[in-house]
């Protein structure tokens, strides 16, 4: 039994997954290395942020796979079904564990910064980790033992995007599978990060518009604690999947109905490829104390193996680190307190 697709908009889809899931995993590979080797950027906040990381690399794996499906077996027979069946799988997992942990930051942020409840958020996170790495395994057990995974290539349906490894299409209750798989989590996690970013812009538009100097200083203290825990540029997270996650909802729910254009088709794949991407700007670029630390650690690296340095003392190594740590605390707490008066 053989399936013969491969269109134009079919290797440009494919092409785009390739290209946008290679970037993914470089950005993902930088956010985990940078986290775990800054500890003093690592705040309990940004531990989930790892675990997304985690989520949308092992995602993006099983994104390039599906995509060489396409590209070097445009004729799709049973003898590769397998390599197909795992793909479908991975992105099951990672994809679900990724929706999931979208909506545990989101949560986590909420927490800190609206309701003040650091304790309670930090105590969450155990909660976090059972549901969002168990509950998208279990999906994914659940699809696997009913035979429902595979190549999604069957039954005639009016839509652009080409046939991908998910859900196979001549399934029965396809639909239904759809939104247990995927859809429906993408759905959900898109309104939850709406509504809990919304709180969060609300709650610190009424912090900060406070007047009284009193209720500043009595705030002050409570407030650089979350901030050092939570990281205000954190809730940018969930805004950024709801962004680009936006395109492939719309593009899933509108193929249900009619045909899509092939714009959006295009858009959802560079969506759905380009978090951990974003993420990493965000990061790495846009958070402060990140940026100083890298600087840091690249001045030390430059210094160590530099013709100047070469010659200095262990001694002299030793305070040279010592003084780069000692900016780095001088920074971090210039940072806190702009944060605190803004």
Known sequence: MKFTFLHTIDKAYAGIAIVMSTLSILSCLIIITVLISCKSVRTNGRTLLICLTVANLVSCVGSIVAAGVSVFTPELTWSN????????????????????????????????????????????????????WGFPVAVMVIATASDVIGFNFGKAKVERRPPWCWIDRETEKFEMWELVTGLGWRIATIIICTALYSFVQFSLSVQQGKPDEEQIDEFEEDLTLRIQKANRKLRHIPLIFVVLNAWGAWQEMASALSTTASWLVLMQVIGDHSQAFVNVILLCFLSKDVRTKLNIKCQSIRHLFSKKTSGLRPLELEELRSDSNQLMDEIELNEEQDQVQG
């Open 81 to 132: 079904f397998p390599v197909c069946a795992a793909a479908s799988a991975i992105s099951i997992v990672s994809n679900v564990c990724a929706y999931l942990w979208t909506c545990a930051i989101s949560l986590y942020v909420y927490l800190c910064i609206s309701w003040k409840k650091d304790v309670l958020a930090d105590k969450l996170r155990g909660v976090f980790h059972l549901v969002c």
